[in-house]
Each structure stands twice: as structure tokens, then as C-alpha cells.
Nanobody
């Protein structure tokens, strides 16, 4: 069994930054590619950013391109989402997700392992 736990969410003013972390524990070999998704109130969960196992491939949604940056440290079994120039519309619960194969995808159906989420609130 593998467990993902997000941290780093909170309240920030528009224009500010936050860094989310996702700690991977248990059978870490069950997780190859990883991704971040988010869900705002009343909306469906959406893809934010993904990264391959060695970090050589990353993907990011157009809505956050140039502001959000994904990375990972496999020695620490952690993944990160650096979020800069935050906007009120970035307010959401952010989830990290693990893919059993090293195939970063924008589809949440491809991810078998999920964290519990961390709330990000951006004040205007």
C-alpha cells in the first residue's frame, strides 16, 4: 500500500506564493509519474501539473503556465508544487496523485493513488 500526504496549503494574498509538498510513504515503488490536481467549489477536479519519475518530463495546465512549477525529490520520496503569482481563481483543494506507470497524464482516471488534499485560499 502507498500513501500520499499533502501539506503546505493555507491563506495567501493575491500575488503571493505557496509551496505544496506531497510525501509518499509505504510502497513507494507503486508510484512512478505524479501529478497535481485541484478542485474548486462547485467545479470538477482539474489537472494542474504532472511530472515523470526522473523529472525529465513535466506538463502544466495552460491556466497556471509560467506561475506554477512541479518538481520531485525521489531520495526524499516527495513531490512539490511551487505556486507563484497566485490569483483568487487558484483557490481550491489541491491533490497530489500517483501513477503506477511512468506516464504522466492529465486524466485523473489514470491515477490510482490520491492524497487527502490541502486547501489553498487566495484573498484579493
Amino acid at each position: 500500500q502507498v500513501t500520499l500526504v499533502e501539506s503546505g496549503g493555507g491563506l495567501v494574498q493575491a500575488g503571493g506564493s505557496l509551496r505544496l509538498s506531497c510525501a509518499i510513504s509505504g510502497r513507494t515503488d507503486y508510484v512512478a509519474a505524479m501529478a497535481w490536481f485541484r478542485q474548486s467549489a462547485g467545479k470538477e477536479r482539474e489537472f494542474v501539473s504532472g511530472i515523470s519519475y526522473n523529472g525529465g518530463y513535466t506538463d502544466v495546465a495552460e491556466s497556471v503556465k509560467g506561475r506554477f512549477f512541479v518538481s520531485r525529490d525521489n531520495a526524499k520520496n516527495e513531490a512539490y508544487l511551487e505556486m507563484d503569482i497566485l490569483k483568487p481563481e487558484d483557490k481550491a483543494v489541491y491533490y497530489c496523485a500517483g501513477h503506477a506507470r511512468d506516464s504522466p497524464s492529465q486524466s485523473e482516471e489514470d491515477y490510482a493513488t490520491w492524497g487527502q488534499g490541502t486547501q489553498v485560499t487566495v484573498s484579493s
